[in-house]
Nanobody
Framework: HVQLVESGGGLAHSGASPRLCCAA?????????MGWYRQPQGKQRELVAT???????NYADSVKGQFTTSRDNAKKTVYLQTNSLKPEDTAVYYC????????????WGQGTQVTVSS
């Protein structure tokens, strides 16, 4: 059984740069793609970034140059370093394990709320 636990969310002012973390536990293959998705209130969940075990990344156009994802395979942890957050970045951010570089699997964390105030 795989468990994904996100952390690092909360209330942030515009311009803040919090780092989100997702720790995976259980029997997982560290070769899996790990990814970040977000869901603004009342909208569909959307891709933010993914990263392969070898460090190849893919970003949504809306966050390119603003967010950076990385991972520590030994710790089974993936990170999302945000930068200069804007109110439109407000969403629940979810971790995903085992999808492709552009599509998620069915394995999700519980999500962490990021709320950006202007």
């Amino acid at each position: 059984h795989v468990q994904l636990v996100e952390s690092g969310g909360g209330l942030a002012h515009s311009g803040a740069s919090p780092r989100l973390c997702c720790a995976a536990s259980g029997s997982i293959d560290t070769l899996y793609v790990m990814g970040w998705y977000r869901q603004p209130q009342g909208k569909q969940r959307e891709l933010v970034a993914t990263i392969t075990s070898g460090g190849i990344t893919n970003y949504a156009d809306s966050v390119k140059g603003q967010f950076t994802t990385s991972r520590d395979n030994a710790k089974k942890t993936v990170y999302l370093q945000t930068n200069s957050l804007k109110p439109e970045d407000t969403a629940v951010y979810y971790c995903n394990l085992g999808g492709t570089s552009r599509r998620p699997s069915d394995s999700w964390g519980q999500g962490t709320q990021v709320t950006v105030s202007s």
